[in-house]
């Protein structure tokens, strides 16, 4: 199973992200980080299949994947 975490504090609620995951397991949450924008998150981590289409979306750097071992 892969593993995407967000840099909240850096999130600038932009969703290229959220279009960009063929899952659609990315969302805005209803938190907001400390500039006051909504923070992306993921819903179904163990959908996630490591494609990384998020991590190249994302202007600011924010998502990490970490990619999972096929098994």
Do not use: W
Not at 40 to 64: F, H, N, R, W, Y
């Amino acid at each position: 199973m892969s593993k995407v975490t967000f840099r909240e504090d850096r999130c600038k609620g932009c969703q290229l992200c959220t279009t960009a995951c063929p899952k659609k397991i990315i969302v805005m949450a209803s938190s907001i980080n400390e500039m006051g924008y909504h923070i992306a998150s993921v819903t179904e981590q163990e959908k996630c299949t490591g494609c990384g289409l998020c991590v190249i979306m994302c202007p600011d750097m924010v998502i990490e994947v970490e990619r999972g071992q096929a098994g």
